[in-house]
């Protein structure tokens, strides 16, 4: 992610030279799609005293879908349900033109449409020359 930021906003005028530093709060997460039955069954005893007693069982299956490589052109293996992206903890940008006020405004717009993350979780540095 850091390469493509920067690859973008080294074509940005008034950016001039750039360095990114993106800090992870968590890492990307993939979810396989399972298939899963449950099982419940309930039994009520009463004893010779009267005393009455609710016994309940419950019991879960579940495994991980896979598929079949030939079936569906894949090479097989898991379905994947979906991909989690890592959360982003902040963004902090060194720029030459980080001196002003414009640029940071356009680099800090850029990153929060780009990782959908609020305002303050940006900072845009002037870089040393």
């Known amino acids: 992610m850091e390469k493509r930021v920067k690859e973008v906003l080294d074509k940005v005028e008034g950016v001039g030279q750039v360095d990114v530093l993106i800090v992870l709060k968590s890492s990307e997460q993939?979810?396989?799609?399972?298939?899963?039955?449950?099982?419940?069954?309930?039994?009520?005893?009463?004893?010779?005293?009267?005393?009455?007693?609710d016994i309940t069982e419950q019991q879960q299956e579940s495994s991980t879908v896979i598929i079949n490589g030939s079936?569906?052109?894949?090479?097989?293996?898991?379905?994947?349900?979906?991909?989690l992206r890592p959360e982003i903890s902040g963004i902090v940008i060194s720029a030459q033109g980080g001196g002003s006020a414009s640029v940071k405004s356009e680099i800090t717009d850029a990153m929060v449409a780009l990782f959908d993350i609020p305002p303050h979780k940006v900072k845009v540095l002037k870089r040393m020359e």
Do not use: C, F, N, W
């Not at 894949?74 to 991909?83: C, D, N, Q």
């Open 30 to 53: 993939k979810v396989y799609q399972t298939d899963g039955k449950t099982m419940q069954s309930s039994t009520k005893e009463q004893d010779a005293s009267g005393g009455i007693r």
């Open 71 to 83: 079936s569906l052109d894949t090479s097989g293996g898991p379905l994947l349900e979906k991909e």
